[in-house]
């Protein structure tokens, strides 16, 4: 795999974890970075995380056609309004590490049309309730998935050497349609986030637990909350731009939700006994899907 | 401390897990189990868990006096009906390891009156996944929270050598009132049951996700889903005790969170651009909320 130069647009604890992955699996490689602000310039220059590191600012023509692979890890929204500005032709690579698929992927086949183009876009599943760049990791990317989304027009050829690239970096990979892929996250990774935000801040609201949790100096959790709790409040400037991005199908897992819960919150009517069968079958339907969902006993 | 013989009745992970951290603490301890099937009997004398093991058909009239401590480790119902068959006099101390403590502790009130008594209800907050007695672990109880409930009439002195006890086998211990805990509980380990339940059940339900999970050998899932479906569907039976004992707070915990996931969802409004301010307060609320009560930064 030739790879000597590669530009890493935008750099956060993904990006920066894609460098620290890279300098490991091709010592040899140039890798240009850019970021939005000062602060994070420093870190990744104090992190050795580049050979370069530029403000968007200072990088407002950039020419594309001199890296081998592109890779846009910014949120969704400026990777749109990127999009039109990149070159229709040559042999660069490009990539995103975009959370939703739709919208960048009908980006894509707009901009190209019936052209043949070699832009992939990805989706590796490693977030982390970390963030920014002084959170990289070199093994950020080991043994985890990395979603495949070709647009109509891309080379079979960069679809291969973009799943080699991730592979050799570690990941394993799946090829999705944009559309399943949105759906699909909207369920194993959106709904999750909203979730675990929610919860924290039911219990958050509930005076008399506030009051037992604020009147001792260790936590009054199990490992149900611990776990439950964990992503809650993570990244808002990520989330909100994925949420906006995959409002539709987010919405529809959410009313989902909604309504299974109320199906079961149900099962309690006042003064009644509980329909203990009907509740079984919902612990056992959950039993039953996580293990194919997770793939484990 | 002195304890020489110990009736541990009903043993699952939890009354096993107890067996093993006494022999750890107090290795001359004579322990006794009670169980309901031939099977945990077999698992319990395999795994050397205990001195004597009785089917609770073999155990109908109980000599409680003659022993130092008994441990009611059975769902919540199963409690309720024992507490009026136990002795008002006497060294006995009873506890129980119960996850609701509204019925239990009215029911030890009801029965003692006015009379002095040593029954203190606890809660270790150790739950796990696994279950029964072949899952039993000697530090299951170590660094975990116990939390100590004492009826009206119980002894101060009971209370301490109970708390004394759950802090020799390892565990931190704090008092709550038995209406406190169990809203507590509702909102910091039963709602999380139930959502994570589910969650799974959402993304089990939706016809895109499934075919992509089943289509691939590997979990597509990232560690939010992962950590978010850990406790999905786990033990129906003491779930749905649990649930059947504190219906009024659980049911409200549910409401809040029902009201507060559509005010959410209600911030995609179709066709109007989402207010990022207010979704912004609702994760940073989490993220500070989290960290009050997980104790964490």
């Known amino acids: 795999m030739n790879l000597s130069k590669v530009l890493i647009y935008g750099m956060g604890l993904m990006g920066g974890s894609l460098a620290l992955s890279l300098r490991k699996k091709f010592p040899n490689v140039a890798i240009s970075a850019v970021v939005r602000s000062e602060k994070s310039k420093t870190i990744i220059r104090s992190k050795g995380l580049t050979n370069e590191v530029y403000l968007q600012s200072e990088f407002l023509s ?51 049309g019936d052209k043949t183009h070699n832009y992939i876009s990805t989706h590796p599943m490693c977030g982390s309730e970390q963030a920014g760049p002084e959170a990289a990791v070199a093994d950020l990317y080991v043994d985890k998935l990395c979603i495949l989304t070709k647009p109509k027009s891309a080379s079979n050829a960069s679809l291969e050497w973009v799943r080699l690239f991730w592979e050799s970096i570690g990941s394993w990979t799946m090829e999705m349609d944009s559309k399943s892929h949105d759906e699909t996250l909207a369920n194993l990774s959106h709904l999750p986030h909203v979730i675990s935000t929610i919860l924290v801040n039911v219990a958050g609201s509930n005076a008399t637990t506030m009051k037992e949790v604020m009147g001792i100096s260790r936590p009054i959790t199990g490992g149900g909350f611990r776990d439950m709790s964990r992503i809650a409040g993570s990244n808002p400037d990520m989330w909100i731009s994925i949420f906006k991005e995959n409002q539709s199908f987010l919405r529809k897992s959410i009313d989902d939700f909604i309504q299974q819960l109320t199906a079961f919150r149900d099962l309690f009517s006042s003064g009644l006994p509980i329909d203990e069968d009907k509740m079984r079958k919902i612990w056992e339907l959950a039993e039953e899907t996580k293990e194919q969902i997770r793939k484990s006993k």
């Open 62 to 112: 950039p020419n594309w056609s001199s890296y081998d692979l592109v890779v846009f890890s910014t949120p969704v929204e400026s990777i749109l309004k990127i999009i039109p500005s990149l070159p229709k032709s040559g042999d660069t690579i490009f990539i995103d590490l975009g959370s939703t698929k739709e919208t960048i992927v009908s980006a894509v086949e707009n901009f190209y």
